[in-house]
């Protein structure tokens, strides 16, 4: 039987004891493991590879079938499961246990998997399959956690992280506990934090590219880009920090035309601007003039929007933008 992950509180759901869950979204598949630990009011957990089991079926299915080790109801997590474990799992359903309750994790299946397809016909098992998040269900959680702990934090940081989780839950909950740590030090978080504190899938800073890319150092920039997969989530937060340095880099140089000493720009700027960022700036500063810097601003808005709209051609369309 199909069953979506959010009909797992359903009454009827409760006699079951088969499961299979597949897909790739890692963090789905946890959270409704823990559902149906929760459902079941099941203590003793044992988890097992696959492989394990079809080297030693016969001690595996000893353990099930002895009655003696029915003194507590159980849960078998199976991790990685095929097609090859089915005939094991046609033994123990033909047997109409009640007291041990099974879960059988997979990745993404076929439609025509053997293992998929007895799960999905027999009324007595659950197949449960899930996707990858989408940016909305990722936002929803994000919003969640958020309002829950209580966090001051802006929207566009919001969307920020969201897409910073590649589709996956995990990564965005890991953010998100980051953020929750930093603001024992900080009470309101903004874009700039968001973008310093959590992870990247590349390895380079994208912070740190924008930076190269102000400074026209073509020779760094064609080795990350050379180094590294930016997915379309990447290509966006390429863009808010392009906007974020522009926009610093016009309100200084703003004050540097109206004669203000530059250590006194430093010193004074909000948010704060670390010591190791300094020169960066002043350098950013020296090869950008203030109309070169509103140029700059108009052509990545126009670029944000040609990327959202033809997503495909992320990578491409910031390279051209990088390299004209």
Same mark, same amino acid.
Request: include cysteine.
């Given at each position: 039987m199909i069953v979506k992950h959010f009909q797992l509180n359903e009454k009827n759901l409760l006699q079951k004891n088969f499961f299979l869950i597949y897909g790739n979204n890692r963090g789905l598949i946890q959270e409704i493991t823990r559902d149906i630990i929760k459902i079941t009011i099941n203590k003793n957990v044992h988890k097992y590879q696959e492989d394990d089991i079809l080297k030693n079926e016969n001690d595996f299915l000893e353990r099930i079938f002895n009655k003696s080790f029915f003194d507590n109801d159980k849960i078998f997590i199976i991790k990685k499961s095929t097609d090859k474990i089915l005939n094991i799992i046609e033994k123990i359903v033909s047997k109409n246990l009640s007291e041990i309750f099974f879960i059988f994790l997979s990745e993404t299946l076929e439609k025509k998997s053997k293992l998929r397809n007895f799960f999905e016909?027999? !009324?007595?098992? =659950?197949? $449960?399959?899930? @996707?990858?998040?989408?940016?909305?269900?990722?936002?929803? $959680?994000?919003?969640?956690? $958020?309002?829950? /702990?209580?966090?001051?934090?802006?929207?566009?940081? $919001?969307?920020?992280?969201t897409q910073r989780a590649s589709g996956?839950?995990?990564?965005?909950?890991?953010?998100? /506990?980051? =953020?929750?740590? @930093?603001?024992?030090?900080?009470? !309101?978080i903004n874009?700039?934090?968001?973008? !310093?504190i959590t992870n990247l899938t590349d390895n380079y800073s994208i912070s740190h590219f924008v930076d190269q890319s102000l400074l026209k150092n073509k020779n760094r920039m064609k080795k990350i880009l050379n180094e590294n997969i930016f997915n379309t989530e990447d290509c966006i937060v390429i863009i808010k920090t392009f906007l974020l340095k522009l926009k610093k880099l016009k309100k200084i140089k703003r004050s540097l035309i109206e004669g203000k000493n530059i250590d006194y720009i430093f010193s004074t700027y909000k948010p704060p601007i670390f010591w190791k960022d300094k020169e960066t700036i002043q350098n950013q500063l020296n090869?950008?003039?203030i109309n070169q810097i509103n140029l700059l601003i108009k052509k990545v808005n126009i670029l944000e929007l040609l990327i959202k709209k033809n997503s495909q051609l992320s990578k491409k369309l910031i390279n051209n933008f990088i390299f004209e």
């Open positions: 016909k027999d !009324k007595k098992l =659950i197949c $449960i399959p899930v @996707y990858e998040d989408n940016l909305k269900t990722l936002n929803d $959680i994000a919003i969640r956690f $958020i309002n829950e /702990n209580k966090i001051n934090i802006s929207r566009q940081a $919001i969307d920020v992280i996956d839950r995990i990564n965005l909950i890991n953010e998100l /506990n980051k =953020i929750e740590s @930093y603001t024992t030090k900080k009470k !309101k874009l700039e934090d968001v973008l !310093k090869e950008l003039t």
